[in-house]
């Protein structure tokens, strides 16, 4: 699935712009993701996992919980860094990003909107 079209909503961009300003290498560190995911979209056993507590009804919802920042020198995929992702089920070629954050200032995704973007 190499013809998978990547968005990244409007909060998500304004969030990444703010963390690209600490962690220098985050451009490339998405690129990098991305091509992850055109190979497993679906997410990766133990880096990205399903979201499946959000009662979706129009598509799925993952979590990145090992992002590697290359900034980080030494944490590799443990950076703290989450980012959330999801495709609705009458789009399946476009991901959503929805979401990125590091873990010290927030502890858990915005459910509501993970919701906001997939289901509505």
Not at 27 to 33: A, G, K, Q, V
């Amino acid at each position: 699935m190499n013809d998978i079209e990547f968005i990244l909503v409007d909060e998500f961009q304004k969030e990444f712009e703010k963390l690209k300003k600490k962690f220098l290498t985050l451009d490339e560190d998405l690129e990098t993701l991305k091509t992850a995911l055109r190979a497993y979209p679906t997410g990766i056993p133990n880096k990205i996992f399903p979201i499946s507590d959000l009662g979706l009804i129009k598509g799925k919802a993952f979590k990145v919980k090992k992002f590697r920042c290359k900034y980080l020198k030494g944490k590799g995929s443990n950076s703290g860094i989450r980012i959330t992702y999801g495709f609705k089920n009458n789009k399946p070629n476009v991901i959503y990003f929805i979401e990125i954050y590091f873990k010290a200032d927030d502890a858990n995704e915005d459910k509501e909107r993970i919701k906001q973007y997939i289901d509505e």
